[in-house]
């Protein structure tokens, strides 16, 4: 062989092991970042021409595939978008959210455990079809949530989250304000960009999740974690007579910016004691803060951990926003801890799975908001058990807890949540913004039967069309509240 031919045949040799090895490492290496890459029409085109499951509410899908007259085969469609839009999110071109991401295996027919089905339709020749997913959403509940909420006006900001207390089953999740989640799933992939572009922008922040994902401070709705920890600790029962006053100076501090006050309400001279139940009835910020002083930081903060501040504790959606307690409080940070100020933060979800926990005797359930993952053909491949998530505080202080709460409906600032022939258990909250332009924000929370807790439920009100001198967590909160518990009730 002459010199020239030997050195085109190595040539072409180099060539072909450069092409093997080029091929190996995208068949191989770069096999699923290719597949996951959004500007891969292929494998968008493969997604939307196969049937994706439904995501489904009782027996009624509020996700599901139809076909389409386009290239693409199947429209994602949502038949109720505004009311259930932070549940299920979107799937289009651009990405997933909500159930549609977090089960986007199950629903697109990947998930190993479909491997059966995707067998039995490739030997039959049928197209692949994706599995359902089944909430645990109660539709009349989320109806009474979603209307409750909608009617505070058209600018409002807010949610509502209603549980199961002896599951942690999610029976309600509402944020206002909402999004069209089908504008996002149109096969117009320039409208979709465009429309999602203005929602990204919109100050109202109509994309967020504001069950799990907004944290603000709970206001008096804490106090009721306040009264746990100090009669878990052995300091009270629900009989005794607590701290009450007019006004009380935090330690270490002096002057206009340590005091705690009451706002006119009934809560007994200063270093007078008055009844516990009148201290939650009335809602008595100088009780409650010398309360948590009295605990503890330590102890503070261990219950409010074991209710499940300071920790991730749901991944059916994403993502969740941890709520917060101050570990290193000083006395006057924790005596304002105790009415939920401070650094204190939590989301709806939050404050509902406070009220759960003490609904369920102390025993706070993990959440959770898919029931179960299906075969295309109804079967079961997965369904959620309960999971215990903490032992908050003993039964015995829950029931103790109990008790202030009936009484702080039947005979405080609570009662707006009251149902007729039902024991209801609850408790009000308006929390400053510590913003002079933002108006305060409204809590709601309470579990009925009281003797036989079905629901939990926590309002916030984040901003409406209300004067700022009228926001009151049971004025707004507590009908909406009273809605939701009779509709998963009645």
């Given at each position: 062989?002459?010199k020239?031919?030997r050195?085109?045949?190595?040539?072409?040799?180099?060539?072909?092991?450069?092409?093997?090895l080029?091929?190996t490492?995208?068949?191989y290496?770069?096999?699923?970042?290719?597949?996951?890459d959004?500007?891969?029409r292929r494998?968008?085109?493969?997604s939307?021409?196969?049937?994706?499951?439904?995501i489904?509410?009782?027996?009624?899908p509020?996700?599901?595939?139809v076909?389409?007259?386009d290239?693409?085969?199947?429209?994602?469609?949502?038949?109720?978008?505004?009311?259930?839009?932070?549940?299920t999110?979107?799937?289009?071109?651009?990405?997933?959210?909500?159930?549609?991401?977090?089960?986007?295996?199950?629903l697109?027919?990947?998930?190993?455990?479909l491997?059966?089905?995707?067998?039995?339709?490739l030997?039959?020749n049928?197209?692949?079809?994706?599995?359902?997913v089944?909430?645990?959403?109660d539709?009349?509940?989320?109806?009474?949530?979603?209307?409750?909420?909608?009617?505070l006006?058209?600018?409002?900001?807010g949610?509502?989250?209603?549980?199961?207390?002896?599951?942690?089953k999610?029976?309600?999740?509402?944020?206002?304000p909402s999004?069209?989640?089908?504008?996002?799933?149109s096969?117009?992939l320039?409208?979709?960009?465009?429309?999602?572009?203005?929602?990204?922008?919109?100050?109202?922040?109509?994309?967020l999740?504001?069950?799990?994902q907004?944290?603000?401070?709970?206001?008096?709705t804490?106090?009721?974690?306040?009264?746990?920890?100090?009669?878990?600790?052995?300091?009270?029962?629900?009989?005794?007579?607590?701290p009450?006053?007019?006004t009380?100076q935090l330690?270490?501090?002096?002057?206009?910016?340590?005091?705690?006050?009451?706002?006119?309400?009934?809560?007994?001279?200063?270093?007078a004691?008055?009844?516990?139940?009148?201290?939650?009835?009335?809602?008595?910020?100088?009780?409650?803060?010398?309360?948590?002083?009295?605990?503890?930081?330590?102890?503070m903060?261990?219950?409010?951990?074991?209710?499940?501040?300071?920790?991730?504790?749901?991944?059916?959606l994403?993502p969740?926003?941890e709520?917060?307690?101050?570990?290193?409080?000083?006395?006057?940070?924790?005596?304002?801890?105790?009415?939920?100020?401070?650094?204190?933060?939590?989301?709806?979800?939050?404050?509902?799975?406070?009220?759960?926990?003490?609904?369920?005797?102390?025993?706070?359930?993990r959440?959770y908001?898919?029931?179960?993952?299906q075969s295309?053909?109804?079967?079961?491949i997965?369904?959620?058990?309960p999971?215990?998530?903490s032992?908050?505080?003993?039964?015995?202080?829950?029931?103790?807890?109990?008790?202030?709460?009936?009484?702080?409906?039947?005979?405080?600032t609570?009662?707006?949540?009251?149902?007729d022939?039902?024991?209801?258990?609850?408790?009000t909250?308006?929390?400053?913004?510590g913003?002079?332009?933002?108006?305060?924000?409204a809590?709601y929370?309470?579990?009925?039967?009281?003797?036989?807790?079905?629901?939990?439920?926590?309002?916030?009100?984040?901003?409406?069309?209300?004067?700022?001198?009228?926001?009151?967590?049971?004025?707004?909160?507590?009908?909406?509240?009273?809605?939701?518990?009779?509709?998963?009730?009645?």
């Amino acid at each position: 062989m002459n010199k020239p031919i030997r050195t085109i045949s190595i040539f072409c040799l180099l060539l072909f092991l450069a092409l093997m090895l080029n091929a190996t490492y995208l068949q191989y290496w770069k096999a699923g970042e290719l597949n996951d890459d959004p500007q891969n029409r292929r494998v968008l085109v493969a997604s939307y021409s196969r049937e994706r499951g439904a995501i489904l509410v009782g027996s009624k899908p509020v996700a599901e595939s139809v076909e389409s007259d386009d290239e693409y085969k199947f429209q994602r469609t949502y038949p109720k978008p505004l009311e259930y839009a932070p549940l299920t999110g979107w799937f289009s071109y651009y990405s997933a959210t909500g159930i549609e991401q977090t089960r986007n295996d199950v629903l697109s027919g990947d998930d190993s455990r479909l491997f059966v089905t995707k067998l039995v339709d490739l030997l039959s020749n049928d197209p692949t079809q994706g599995g359902n997913v089944q909430l645990t959403i109660d539709p009349a509940a989320q109806d009474a949530a979603y209307n409750g909420l909608r009617a505070l006006g058209a600018n409002v900001q807010g949610s509502v989250v209603a549980l199961e207390p002896s599951t942690g089953k999610i029976l309600a999740m509402v944020s206002l304000p909402s999004y069209d989640p089908n504008k996002l799933a149109s096969h117009d992939l320039g409208s979709v960009q465009d429309t999602f572009d203005r929602l990204d922008d919109d100050p109202a922040e109509p994309l967020l999740n504001r069950a799990i994902q907004t944290r603000l401070p709970p206001g008096s709705t804490f106090k009721i974690l306040t009264a746990a920890a100090a009669i878990d600790k052995g300091l009270y029962k629900a009989e005794d007579q607590v701290p009450g006053g007019v006004t009380f100076q935090l330690p270490q501090t002096s002057g206009p910016t340590g005091e705690i006050d009451n706002e006119g309400r009934s809560c007994g001279a200063n270093n007078a004691r008055i009844p516990f139940s009148q201290a939650l009835a009335q809602s008595c910020n100088t009780s409650f803060a010398q309360l948590a002083i009295e605990v503890g930081a330590e102890d503070m903060a261990k219950t409010a951990e074991g209710f499940g501040f300071n920790s991730h504790y749901f991944d059916d959606l994403s993502p969740q926003a941890e709520s917060v307690f101050p570990t290193d409080a000083t006395e006057p940070e924790i005596g304002q801890s105790g009415i939920g100020q401070f650094e204190v933060a939590a989301t709806p979800l939050q404050m509902a799975m406070v009220t759960a926990g003490i609904a369920n005797g102390g025993t706070v359930m993990r959440p959770y908001l898919v029931d179960e993952e299906q075969s295309a053909d109804l079967d079961v491949i997965q369904k959620t058990e309960p999971q215990e998530l903490s032992q908050a505080v003993s039964s015995s202080t829950a029931s103790e807890v109990t008790k202030l709460m009936v009484g702080t409906v039947n005979e405080g600032t609570a009662s707006p949540g009251a149902i007729d022939g039902i024991q209801v258990a609850g408790k009000t909250g308006t929390a400053q913004s510590g913003i002079a332009a933002v108006p305060p924000y409204a809590w709601y929370v309470a579990f009925a039967p009281a003797e036989n807790p079905r629901v939990a439920v926590a309002v916030m009100i984040q901003k409406a069309d209300i004067p700022r001198g009228e926001i009151a967590g049971g004025t707004y909160g507590g009908p909406i509240a009273k809605a939701v518990m009779e509709a998963v009730i009645k």
